[in-house]
Structure formats: C-alpha cells, structure tokens
C-alpha cells in the first residue's frame, strides 16, 4: 500500500493563478480531509469528505474547493492563488471521520 | 465551536527528566487523539483516547483522558533525544468529521 500520497510536494504560484493540489488513498478509506499548517497555528481543516460525492466545509473553507468522484481521490483546488494561501497543505483519510487520521506528506504552497 | 489548547508551545528537556504536556478542549468530545510531527515531515499517530478515564501507552509516552475535565496529557518519562519533536492533540467536532488540532507542542530533549 501506498497509503495517502499528494502531488506536487512543493509548488510557486503567482497570485491570481490558480492549481490543484492531488491526493489519493488506496486503503479504501470512507473519510478524506484536506488541512494547512501554518506557523504557531496547529493544523487547520479546510474541508472534508465523508464519501465520493459528499464534501463539506471546515474551518477555513474560503479560497478552497473540493470534489470527490471517487472513493480514491480527493483533490483541492485554489481558485485564484493569493499570498495568504502560502502554507503547507496536508491530506488526511480514515475508515470514518472519528477514526485515527493517516496523513499525506504534504504540499509546500507558495504565493508570490 | 470546538477549541483546542496545548500547554506548554515550546518545551525543552533534559534527557532523563519527566515532564507533561496539557491539551485543553472547550466542548463535549468523546475522542481524543495524540500525534506527533518531525521537522519537515508528516503527521503520525500515537494515540487515540476513547473514553473517561482512558490510558494508553507506547514506550516512554502515556496519554491519559478526562472527559469531565476536558483535559488530556501526555506525559513523557525519562526523556530521550529521539523524542524531540512537536506533539499535537486533537479532538472531533460536534459531527466527528470535523478535527480540530492544537497549536502544537515543539518538545526538544537535550543530553
């Protein structure tokens, strides 16, 4: 098993622009998330997945969108990048969302 | 809404000595979970709490919960280098799909 992997691992953008940040799971895992991690701040959930074709938001869901086609694949999309998205992006999956989380290795996100 | 608070942010140690972490969580919340991070690395698990009263641990580390206190520690026993990282505790919302995370405890463990 591959586990949680995320694609790119490191990405500069221009603000204004726009990418997709890629993660998929192959544990057959009902629950994916999507966080960032910024300095001083723990891990903050920007939205979640309970299953392909379910999302909802998390705490810092504005600038973000998200869709799941599949139980595999969950990616985040940053509509128009702007500096205050510079951050490191972490995807999550589990069984169920109260279940322990196994993360991906993360996206460093920067906006120039 | 769910708030989580860690205490202290920043920890160091000398190897050998025992110290515990605090993790403070504002609502009912009936899981509580341990993870820890390595400089410019993922998260990975340690513990998940279940219930009032629950104890778990794993080599040097033991987490203990009180949901009446909505209190959680982590308490480290002689110390080793290879424990320095940051530890987070976390805890699920009202739905239990929403995680809130602590700021994170950076713990440094020097000879």
């Known amino acids: 098993n591959a586990g949680v992997t995320q694609t790119p691992k490191f990405q500069v953008l221009k603000t204004g622009q726009s990418m997709t940040l890629q993660c998929a799971q192959d544990?057959?895992?009902?629950?994916m998330s999507w966080y960032r991690q910024d300095p001083g701040m723990g891990l903050r959930l920007i939205h979640y997945?309970?299953?392909?074709?379910?999302?909802d938001q998390g705490e810092v869901p504005n600038g973000y969108n998200v869709s799941r086609s599949t139980t595999e694949d969950f990616p985040l999309r940053l509509l128009s990048a702007a500096p205050s998205q510079t951050s490191v992006y972490f995807c999550?999956?589990?069984?169920?969302?109260?279940?322990?989380?196994?993360f991906g290795p993360g996206t460093r996100l920067l906006v120039l | 809404e769910l708030k989580v608070e860690q205490n202290p942010l920043f920890l160091s140690m000398q190897e050998g000595k025992n110290y515990t972490i605090y993790c403070n969580y504002s609502?009912?919340?009936?899981?509580l979970y341990w993870y820890r991070q390595d400089p410019g690395k993922s998260l990975e698990s340690l513990f998940v709490?279940?219930?009032?009263?629950a104890v778990k641990q794993e080599g040097r580390l033991m987490a203990s919960l009180d949901t009446k206190a909505r209190l959680s520690t982590l308490h480290i026993t002689a110390a080793v280098h290879d424990l320095s990282a940051t530890y987070f505790c976390?805890?699920?919302?009202?739905?239990?799909?929403?995680?809130?995370f602590g700021a994170g405890t950076r713990l440094t463990v020097k000879p």
């Open positions: 999550a999956s589990s069984y169920l969302g109260r279940d322990t989380q196994y």
């Open positions: 544990m057959n895992h009902e629950y």
């Open positions: 997945s309970v299953g392909a074709g379910i999302t």
């Open positions: 609502t009912t919340s009936d899981r």
């Open positions: 709490l279940l219930s009032n009263g």
């Open positions: 976390a805890a699920t919302g009202y739905n239990n799909n929403d995680m809130r």
